[in-house]
């Protein structure tokens, strides 16, 4: 008996669990560069002095969905999206590097550029710094360029080139804030000649907004299904013990 409510019991938890990732799938549907939280349920034995006959349900986050989203034109020169695999380089507040999708790049009040988030972009050679009042635009390898105010077309000046990288997908690892990372002990990024970059563009979440609420349709009836489950549980437990009081 103890082992239906062990599967309900963990089996519910999960679901919720895994309802609140597809959910926030769903909540970024329209993030530019967003890319989807994969999910999925296995078995865990319970670990103790008695026999291996308990397990728990688990829910998981292998990875993410890594497909390339739908690409939007804007027109505006600061937009840019990754052509194909490979991904811009942010700079976090620690010092280390994490790498993004989201093109909509801006410039800060200190002159440096940055998504929208305000996430400072690592260029090749360090930080990007524009000269204010600048008209900036960005090249297919990612070379920044700046036009003074007031100049001609004759005195753009090159600010430095974005940091375009492409490690293997199996040294990548996700983080609640949607960035990705470089798992522990994988080789530095180093930036990749081959990554391209489209300028007035810019890459949507990859999120199919049907699946993600077949999914959570699907989540609300598993959770159904494991609370009928604790519900049988309990009513065979009454069962069994009207029979043991009539003995």
């Known amino acids: 008996m103890d082992r239906m409510i062990y599967i309900g019991m963990s089996g519910a938890k999960q679901a919720l669990e895994q309802q609140a990732s597809v959910a926030n799938n769903m909540a970024n549907v329209s993030t530019p560069g967003f890319r989807a939280q994969l999910n999925q349920f296995r078995a865990v034995p319970v670990v103790g ?3 291996a006959t308990r397990a728990f349900v688990i829910a998981t986050t292998p990875g993410a969905d890594l497909r390339t989203g739908p690409l939007v034109p804007t027109g505006r020169a600061l937009d840019v999206a990754v052509r194909g695999d490979g991904w811009l380089t942010v700079k976090m507040p620690d010092g280390s590097e994490a790498f993004t999708r989201v093109g909509n790049l801006q410039v800060g009040a200190d002159g440096q550029m940055q998504t929208m988030d305000s996430r400072p972009l690592v260029g090749e050679a360090g930080p990007l710094v524009v000269p ?3 008209t900036l635009s960005v090249t297919s390898d990612g070379l920044v360029s700046a036009l003074p105010a007031g100049e001609l077309a004759t ?3 090159e600010v430095g ?3 375009l990288v492409n490690p293997p997908v199996a040294d990548l690892e996700r983080g609640e804030d949607g960035l990705f990372r470089l798992r522990a002990g994988a080789a530095a990024a180093s930036a990749d000649p081959n990554v391209r970059l489209r300028s007035g563009v810019l890459e949507g979440s990859n999120v199919n907004p049907v699946e993600a609420m ?3 349709i699907s ?3 598993r959770f159904e299904m494991q609370m009928k489950t604790l519900q049988t549980a309990e009513s065979n437990d009454q069962q069994a013990n009207k029979l043991l009081s009539a003995s």
Request: no cysteine.
């Open 49 to 51: 002095d008695e026999l």
């Open 132 to 134: 204010p009042g600048s």
């Open 155 to 157: 005195g753009v000046a």
């Open 161 to 163: 080139r974005l940091k």
């Open 214 to 216: 077949v999914a959570m």
């Open 219 to 221: 989540n609300a009836r």
